[in-house]
């Protein structure tokens, strides 16, 4: 299907690694030119290269946005860039429980994933107010509806995202902006097979398979239970984003689409 990207310029943040990259380079193949962004120069450029051997333009901002300022000048790169399409994928997550979370655990879960979005989206969105036409895509989580007991502040932060997608897109109304939340189930990337290894090195279940990986299947019976009996792939989100930010999803607006294998169940 053509999603009608071709010549679209985006910003994806967070994308010089697992579910921002498989974004970059989708977003590349329907057309669009990819702003990489990340805080290693070599990761990013390597995603960048990826990116551009599709024919796209590509190029690399780099920063971490939870400094001061950094998240702004990012933004007025992707302004310069001429992006059009905004996702706000970058967003580190801890594990903490309500016993061990301390105020400085929580205020890194909240500088981390809500507000580095506002501060990319604020500044950018002048820019697609006046082009007439945008997207702004935000990553949230199936922790918003079903918080983690052992990442607390993460699902709390991630559930403020989901509460200022619908917020921005009632504020964007009529400026032929729209803006979505995609909230990712669990999604096997290099940082959740980490974390499952290190468990099973713990004695901890699910373990590892035959071949020493993590065990998918124990790792959906015990973790996460889901009608789909799989684990997401970086792919699975990354086309439900694509399809967000084309003009084919004109009419969809201030939503939370759940790509979590149907994990949350139904509302």
């Not at 901002?61 to 998240?71: F, K, S, Y």
């Not at 803006?179 to 901890?204: K, W």
Request: glycine share 12%.
């Amino acid at each position: 299907m053509d999603l009608r990207l071709a010549g679209q310029g985006a910003l994806v943040t967070g994308s010089s690694s697992g579910i921002g990259a498989t974004i970059a380079g989708m977003l590349a193949d329907e057309g669009c030119d990819v702003l990489v962004h990340g805080r290693g120069a070599g990761a990013a450029a390597a995603v960048a290269e990826q990116v551009a051997a599709r024919g796209v333009r590509a190029e690399v901002v780099l920063g971490d946005l939870t400094e001061p300022g950094v998240a702004e000048q990012v933004a007025l790169t992707a302004r310069d860039f001429g992006a059009r399409i905004l996702v706000n994928n970058a967003g580190p997550f801890a594990e903490h429980d309500w016993e061990s979370s301390r105020p400085a655990d929580w205020r890194a879960a909240f500088e981390g994933n809500v507000l580095p979005t506002v501060r990319v989206s604020q500044t950018l969105l002048p820019s697609l107010r006046a082009h007439g036409w945008g997207r702004v895509i935000t990553i949230g989580s199936r922790a918003v509806r079903t918080p983690l007991p052992n990442m607390v502040a993460y699902s709390a932060a991630k559930a403020a995202v989901v509460n200022m997608t619908t917020s921005l897109a009632r504020h964007l109304a009529g400026t032929g902006v729209t803006a979505n939340c995609v909230s990712p189930g669990v999604i096997v990337t290099p940082s959740l097979s980490r974390m499952f290894e290190e468990r099973a090195a713990g004695d901890e279940a699910p373990g590892a398979d035959a071949e020493g990986g993590p065990d998918e299947a124990g790792i959906v019976a015990e973790y996460a239970p889901n009608p789909s009996g799989r684990l997401g792939r970086p792919e699975d989100i990354a086309a439900a984003v694509a399809y967000l930010a084309s003009p084919l999803a004109d009419y969809i607006n201030g939503i939370e689409l759940r790509v979590d294998g149907g994990i949350t169940g139904t509302p």
